[in-house]
């Protein structure tokens, strides 16, 4: 199942259909569970909306006949003709793809230096800071110490980045999930674990 809620199944060439069926039969208790704990939902903008920690969201009335969108200085201004709401599909991907720019901005703002200051606070190393847009996770640390981040961090509180932030540096010692990658963790946010539970209903 993907996240929009859509059931995709994968069956071996020339096996009945009616396998699939019988398998969605007896797991739909299953499938509703998941969909209530793994789907996101997707976000309407609106005017006014905070984006990330310094843009905002802001709706002006415009003359021509199609919307427009641009960024001026940390404000998403859209232009709307009056007969074209914000929650039109069209208009809300337009936004979206601003946003994606707007938090790019941010991100290459804020995260590099809070990486270094968190490390050199703690005594980590690492080589280098990538950016990127992945949709299934905040963070990653490679075996030659390149910490990549998401973009997307800065939609969510300063405490949460510093979660993520930590989690990656404490990758470059302790590449697994073992005890001693959490105690590492734990030296340094001792409630990680309330932290942790709260990124785990967030989704980037």
């Given at each position: 199942?993907?996240?929009?809620?859509?059931l995709?199944i994968?069956?071996?060439?020339?096996t009945?259909?009616?396998?699939?069926q019988?398998?969605?039969?007896?797991?739909?208790?299953?499938?509703?569970?998941?969909?209530?704990?793994?789907?996101?939902?997707t976000?309407?903008?609106?005017?006014?909306?905070q984006?990330?920690?310094?843009?905002s969201?802001?709706?002006v009335?415009?003359?021509?006949?199609?919307?427009?969108?641009?960024?001026?200085?940390l404000?998403?201004v859209?232009?709307?003709?009056?007969?074209i709401?914000?929650?039109?599909p069209p208009?809300?991907?337009l936004?979206?793809?601003?946003?994606?720019?707007?938090?790019?901005?941010?991100?290459?703002?804020?995260?590099p230096?809070?990486?270094?200051?968190?490390?050199?606070?703690?005594g980590f190393?690492?080589?280098?800071?990538?950016?990127g847009?992945?949709?299934?996770?905040?963070?990653?640390?490679?075996?030659?110490?390149?910490?990549?981040?998401?973009?997307?961090?800065m939609?969510?509180?300063l405490e949460?980045?510093?979660y993520?932030?930590?989690?990656?540096?404490?990758?470059?010692?302790?590449?697994?999930h073992s005890p001693?990658?959490?105690?590492?963790?734990?030296?340094?946010?001792?409630?990680?674990?309330?932290?942790?539970?709260?990124?785990?209903?967030?989704?980037?």
């Open positions: 199942m993907n996240e929009k809620g859509e995709i994968t069956l071996p060439p020339r009945p259909v009616y396998f699939a019988r398998l969605v039969d007896s797991s739909r208790d299953n499938i509703r569970d998941w969909q209530k704990k793994h789907v996101v939902k976000k309407t903008f609106h005017d006014g909306d984006i990330g920690h310094s843009h969201i802001k709706v009335q415009s003359a021509a006949n199609h919307p427009d969108v641009k960024i001026k200085g404000v998403i859209v232009s709307l003709p009056t007969t709401r914000i929650e039109n208009v809300q991907k936004i979206s793809t601003h946003i994606a720019k707007a938090l790019q901005k941010e991100a290459r703002a804020y995260l230096r809070r990486l270094r200051y968190l490390a050199d606070q703690h190393h690492y080589v280098s800071t990538r950016f847009t992945q949709k299934g996770r905040w963070g990653s640390c490679s075996s030659r110490g390149t910490i990549s981040l998401n973009v997307a961090l939609g969510l509180p949460l980045i510093d993520v932030l930590v989690h990656e540096l404490c990758h470059t010692r302790q590449m697994n001693q990658f959490w105690a590492e963790v734990a030296a340094i946010l001792p409630d990680y674990k309330l932290l942790r539970k709260r990124i785990k209903t967030e989704h980037p």
